[in-house]
């Protein structure tokens, strides 16, 4: 469950985005100093086994990273759909593999609105034909994700976005949670309690 991100001076270091698609993850960091926030790897989504999301840990962890701002797509109104509820059963893996592996890296979501179409405008406007937009516009969105972050962090002078809990860990692995691809015919996920 998610819980408020507690007021205070943000964290400084390298930083890491993630763009969540039901096929594809995409992974951005940033430098130290948080200035720029660049493309870093796309990641195959394995929504059975979540090996992704060791993959994510295991890069969170060589970077080593301080912190992980997972996208969290809203319409264009600020409502929570199908694709918001993917996004925060994500970041709850996430952040409870990181909990797993004995590292201590907080997890925020972030609002993302057409971080996915800006990222293939973005690749258009380079030059990029619409056929290889697919190899990078996962990184592209993870990175847009993770700009406008640590702007948001920046301009504010505290931590920004929606601190993720790992969900409460029993004595049976097959408690942990997974995630479910969204149909697309899914109720607002709203009625999740998680609140900006």
């Known amino acids: ?29 940033c430098d130290p ?3 720029l926030a660049t493309p870093f790897k796309t990641v195959g989504r394995d929504a059975k086994k979540n090996s ?8 969170a962890a060589e ?16 409502e929570e759909r199908a694709s918001a509820e993917m996004a925060m059963t994500y970041a709850e893996l996430l952040a409870a593999e990181l909990v797993r592996a004995g590292l201590d890296i907080p997890v925020n979501l972030v609002d993302e609105r057409l971080s996915t179409v800006t990222a293939h405008r ?14 990078v516009v996962d990184q592209v969105a993870a990175a847009g994700i993770l700009q406008h972050a640590i702007d948001m962090q920046k301009a504010r002078g505290t931590d920004v976005g929606r601190r993720v809990q790992a969900p409460a860990q029993s004595e049976k692995p097959s408690s942990a949670p ?17 609140q900006l």
Do not use: C
């Open 1 to 29: 469950m998610a819980a408020s991100t507690n007021s205070g001076v943000y964290p400084h270091g390298v930083k890491l985005g993630v763009d969540v698609g039901t096929v594809r993850v995409g992974l951005a960091m």
């Open 33 to 35: 100093d948080g200035i």
């Open 52 to 59: 992704d999301v060791r993959v994510v840990v295991k890069h």
């Open 63 to 78: 970077l080593p990273a301080v912190q992980i701002f997972v996208g969290l797509p809203r319409t264009m109104k600020g």
């Open 122 to 135: 973005n690749l258009h406007e380079a030059g990029m034909s619409s056929r290889n937009h697919r190899k």
């Open 178 to 194: 997974t995630l479910r691809v969204a149909s697309g015919n899914e109720p607002d996920s709203s009625t999740r309690g998680l």
